[in-house]
């Protein structure tokens, strides 16, 4: 099982996802989050919360976004924790809009 | 004097109840930077509330959330005083006179009513009673279920209706290397139930279930799961509701309900039949459960914002047993504000407010038992933060005056004969029942009375 945070979330840091989070195991750059899949529980709470679906998860995850398994797996181990709600990035409402959500 | 927060005078905190927002509340306050020490009250002598006694068996991996709670437990500072009901074997005046502060987290412990005639016939329960008896709360221990019946019907389309369905649907070797008690899975394994009648206030647009639980629904090995493609024609605004993009999960569900509606039946033992649009008006039987009245309902409102209105028309269901899933309400304890309408403590920003909306100093609350029942065990961590946050802002106004929490408790609760539960004694009774579980291939096999785990910690 995996849960997975794709491309859709670079430039957002609205971090809902982070807030529903039970263990704490999304990590960050400057860009956009990860998810620790060892440490994750699957409990899917973060994909509806996240304003712009860039949470997937299992079979759900479509095709040409796989890549982004490895990448999530990568990323995560090198880069700290966040667990707490932070301020969205400038400009994240306006990529919100432009996503069309 | 110093201000609590400070070395000379510790601040010490009594947060009630071992449940996700309680144990989410000791560590925003044990990395708070403050001089603190936090006392866990729970009245069982298993902590982890829900996430023992709610989360299904069959879902392990969502139970791991246990192993972020064992490494607060583990904090220094922290201390557990388990096997201590509030309000039974100690007072809320007693904690505000030990502790600078408290904080109930003490969740949702009972259901809310349906309030329409049989409801209390026999074979008529609450998903509460059912769930906290398939996972060993000693509370529902001596309960008994009926399970000869052929017919279920489980009122509610949210996730805790999914377990329960589950529960029901899956044979018992699907289930028997869960953590499921004993005592259920000896009476599931007689269960003649073979069909499952899922039912919704609303349309398949609006149901609550997740994605991934209505999927795991559709996908049992030895159950169909069954919609009449019917109800898979939507009204023009459930259609539209579809097309709002944040809409994704309502999206996917849907999907998900056409595809078990294009795909039947397939022969399987036992069958789930979800029905939409109707909601349960009576229930009839002499001495047991009969039948479900159920109450047609169209749509109306905008889109997004549609509420259920009957019709005037019926249908009738034959069924002997059924489980309510509409919602849990929150438990009184003397001495705090209650909501009784929403089923809570009262409160500002976490601040327990009383009936005139005045702040009750030095009471806080956290979890089901401030936001009511929704959300997961996730969504309690921010509420729990949110509430550490206020009561640290209230720091300079709390009791100036040194306390001593459970330097003075302890010994008061021994003197009541009550046999407090400590960190080092829970890890003692986890042991055991790992261990009683590795025979029969079970993570665990749980004590489901609480003399049980008392008497695993021997005499002393
Ligand atoms: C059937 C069911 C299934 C669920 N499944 C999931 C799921 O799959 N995924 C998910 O994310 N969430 C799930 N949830 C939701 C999750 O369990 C809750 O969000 C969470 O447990 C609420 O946490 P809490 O700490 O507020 O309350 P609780 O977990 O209820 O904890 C409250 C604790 O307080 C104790 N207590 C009560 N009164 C007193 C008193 N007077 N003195 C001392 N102690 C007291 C109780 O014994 C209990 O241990 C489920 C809930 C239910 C009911
Ligand atoms: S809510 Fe979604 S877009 Fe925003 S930070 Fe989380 S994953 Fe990224
Ligand atoms: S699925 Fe649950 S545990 Fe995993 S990242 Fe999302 S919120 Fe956290």
């Given at each position: 099982?995996?849960?997975i945070?794709?491309d859709?979330?670079?430039?957002?840091?609205?971090?809902?996802?982070?807030t529903?989070c039970p263990?704490?195991?999304?990590h960050?750059?400057?860009?956009?989050?990860?998810i620790?899949?060892?440490?994750?529980?699957?409990c899917?709470?973060?994909?509806?919360?996240?304003?712009?679906h860039?949470?997937?998860?299992?079979d759900d995850i479509?095709e040409?976004?796989?890549?982004w398994?490895?990448?999530?797996?990568?990323?995560s181990?090198?880069?700290p924790t966040?667990?707490?709600?932070?301020?969205?990035?400038?400009?994240?409402?306006?990529r919100k809009?432009a996503?069309?959500f | 004097?110093?201000?609590?927060g400070?070395?000379?005078?510790p601040?010490r905190?009594?947060?009630v109840?071992?449940g996700?927002?309680?144990f989410?509340a000791?560590?925003a306050?044990?990395?708070?930077g403050?001089t603190?020490?936090v006392?866990?009250i729970e009245?069982?002598?298993?902590p982890?509330g829900l996430?023992?006694?709610?989360?299904?068996?069959?879902h392990?991996?969502?139970k791991e959330?246990?192993l972020?709670?064992?490494?607060?437990?583990?904090?220094?500072?922290?201390s557990?005083?388990?096997?201590?009901?509030?309000?039974?074997?100690?007072?809320v005046e007693?904690?505000r006179a030990?502790?600078?502060g408290?904080?109930?987290?003490?969740g949702?412990?009972t259901d809310?009513?349906?309030?329409?005639p049989?409801?209390?016939l026999?074979g008529?329960h609450t998903?509460t009673?059912f769930?906290a008896?398939?996972?060993?709360?000693?509370?529902?221990r001596?309960?008994?279920?009926d399970?000869?019946?052929?017919v279920?019907?489980?009122?509610g389309?949210?996730?805790?209706a999914a377990d329960?369905?589950?529960?029901?649907a899956k044979?018992v070797?699907e289930?028997?290397?869960?953590d499921?008690?004993e005592?259920?899975?000896?009476?599931?394994?007689?269960?003649?139930?073979?069909e499952?009648?899922?039912?919704?206030?609303?349309g398949?647009?609006?149901a609550?279930f997740?994605?991934k639980?209505l999927k795991?629904?559709?996908?049992?090995p030895?159950?169909?799961a069954?919609v009449?493609?019917?109800?898979?024609?939507l009204?023009?605004e459930?259609?539209?509701?579809l097309?709002v993009?944040?809409?994704?999960?309502?999206?996917?569900?849907?999907?998900?309900?056409r595809a078990l509606?294009?795909r039947?039946?397939?022969?399987?033992?036992r069958?789930?039949?979800?029905h939409?649009l109707q909601?349960?008006v009576?229930i009839?039987g002499?001495?047991?459960?009969?039948?479900?009245?159920?109450a047609r309902n169209r749509?109306?409102?905008?889109?997004l914002?549609?509420?259920?209105?009957?019709?005037?028309?019926?249908?009738?269901?034959?069924c002997?047993l059924l489980f309510?899933?509409?919602?849990?309400s929150?438990?009184?304890?003397?001495?705090?504000p209650?909501?009784?309408r929403?089923?809570?403590?009262?409160?500002q920003?976490g601040r327990?407010?009383?009936?005139?909306?005045a702040?009750?100093?030095?009471?806080y609350?956290?979890?089901?038992?401030?936001?009511?029942p929704?959300?997961?065990?996730?969504?309690n961590?921010?509420?729990s933060i949110?509430?550490v946050?206020s009561?640290l802002?209230d720091?300079?106004h709390?009791?100036?005056?040194?306390k001593a929490?459970?330097?003075v408790l302890?010994?008061?609760l021994?003197a009541?004969?009550v046999?407090?539960?400590s960190v080092d004694?829970w890890?003692k009774?986890?042991?055991?029942?790992?261990?009683?579980g590795?025979?029969?291939g079970?993570?665990?096999?749980?004590?489901?009375?609480?003399?049980?785990?008392?008497?695993c910690l021997?005499?002393?």
């Amino acid at each position: 099982m995996t849960t997975i945070v794709t491309d859709n979330c670079k430039g957002c840091r609205f971090t809902d996802c982070v807030t529903v989070c039970p263990v704490a195991c999304f990590h960050a750059d400057d860009n956009m989050l990860y998810i620790d899949n060892l440490v994750c529980i699957q409990c899917s709470a973060c994909i509806p919360v996240c304003p712009v679906h860039a949470i997937y998860a299992d079979d759900d995850i479509p095709e040409d976004k796989r890549n982004w398994i490895d990448i999530n797996a990568e990323r995560s181990q090198a880069l700290p924790t966040i667990s707490d709600k932070q301020d969205p990035l400038p400009g994240a409402e306006e990529r919100k809009t432009a996503l069309g959500f | 004097m110093d201000a609590p927060g400070t070395v000379s005078n510790p601040l010490r905190v009594a947060v009630v109840g071992a449940g996700p927002s309680g144990f989410y509340a000791a560590e925003a306050l044990l990395k708070s930077g403050q001089t603190v020490r936090v006392d866990m009250i729970e009245r069982l002598p298993a902590p982890y509330g829900l996430v023992r006694y709610g989360v299904a068996p069959d879902h392990p991996k969502l139970k791991e959330a246990i192993l972020v709670y064992a490494v607060i437990a583990r904090l220094p500072h922290f201390s557990l005083l388990g096997n201590v009901a509030v309000g039974r074997d100690v007072s809320v005046e007693e904690l505000r006179a030990h502790y600078h502060g408290v904080i109930f987290a003490c969740g949702a412990e009972t259901d809310r009513r349906l309030g329409i005639p049989g409801e209390d016939l026999p074979g008529s329960h609450t998903a509460t009673e059912f769930v906290a008896w398939y996972n060993g709360h000693p509370d529902y221990r001596e309960r008994s279920f009926d399970l000869s019946a052929e017919v279920a019907a489980i009122v509610g389309q949210g996730n805790v209706a999914a377990d329960v369905c589950r529960i029901l649907a899956k044979s018992v070797d699907e289930l028997k290397a869960t953590d499921i008690a004993e005592h259920a899975l000896d009476a599931l394994a007689e269960s003649r139930v073979r069909e499952i009648h899922v039912i919704g206030r609303r349309g398949a647009a609006q149901a609550k279930f997740t994605n991934k639980e209505l999927k795991e629904l559709g996908e049992l090995p030895s159950c169909d799961a069954i919609v009449d493609p019917q109800d898979m024609e939507l009204n023009a605004e459930s259609i539209a509701e579809l097309e709002v993009k944040s809409n994704f999960v309502s999206v996917k569900n849907v999907e998900i309900f056409r595809a078990l509606a294009a795909r039947g039946p397939t022969g399987k033992p036992r069958r789930i039949i979800f029905h939409f649009l109707q909601s349960p008006v009576k229930i009839t039987g002499t001495a047991r459960m009969e039948q479900l009245v159920l109450a047609r309902n169209r749509l109306e409102g905008a889109p997004l914002q549609q509420v259920a209105r009957e019709t005037g028309e019926t249908d009738l269901l034959r069924c002997g047993l059924l489980f309510r899933s509409i919602g849990y309400s929150g438990v009184p304890i003397p001495g705090v504000p209650f909501d009784v309408r929403r089923g809570v403590f009262p409160t500002q920003e976490g601040r327990i407010v009383d009936g005139g909306g005045a702040v009750v100093p030095g009471l806080y609350a956290a979890g089901w038992i401030k936001r009511g029942p929704t959300g997961i065990i996730g969504t309690n961590r921010a509420d729990s933060i949110a509430t550490v946050k206020s009561l640290l802002a209230d720091l300079p106004h709390l009791a100036p005056e040194t306390k001593a929490g459970a330097e003075v408790l302890g010994p008061l609760l021994a003197a009541r004969g009550v046999r407090v539960i400590s960190v080092d004694d829970w890890l003692k009774i986890d042991t055991a029942e790992v261990a009683r579980g590795q025979p029969r291939g079970k993570p665990r096999e749980k004590f489901t009375r609480v003399a049980e785990m008392l008497q695993c910690l021997g005499a002393s």
